[in-house]
Nanobody, 123 residues
Framework: QVQLVESGGGYAQAGGSLTLSCAASGRTSSGSALGWFRQAPGKEREFVATISWNSYARYYEDSVRGRFILSRDNTKNLVRLQMSNLKAEDTAVYYC????????????????WGQGTQVTVSS
């Protein structure tokens, strides 16, 4: 069992920055890939980024690559998503998720999910 709690959401202006954090707990959290997904109103949940359990690999969705940076600290059971040069289209509820896979990109590959944190970017 893995528990995930997101924090750091809020408001930002276009071009600004926000950092999301996800605190993971549970026996297998350090051995899990951790990913971020987002869901905007009226849209399906979409993949944002993921990082392997040992931080050797990361993968970003095309629209955030170069603007978002994903990192994790297994000693603190923490994963961070640093978001910069934010755009209005980044507005969504952001979810942290854990998976036993190496670098999963699909939501159905993730077993555990947090409750989500709202990010609102004004243009």
């Amino acid at each position: 069992q893995v528990q995930l709690v997101e924090s750091g959401g809020g408001y930002a202006q276009a071009g600004g920055s926000l950092t999301l954090s996800c605190a993971a707990s549970g026996r297998t959290s350090s051995g899990s890939a951790l990913g971020w997904f987002r869901q905007a109103p009226g849209k399906e949940r979409e993949f944002v980024a993921t990082i392997s359990w040992n931080s050797y690999a990361r993968y970003y969705e095309d629209s955030v690559r170069g603007r978002f940076i994903l990192s994790r600290d297994n000693t603190k059971n923490l994963v961070r998503l640093q978001m910069s040069n934010l755009k209005a289209e980044d507005t969504a509820v952001y979810y942290c998720a854990a998976s036993p896979g190496w670098l999963p990109l699909r939501a159905d590959e993730y077993t555990y999910w947090g409750q989500g944190t709202q990010v609102t970017v004004s243009s």
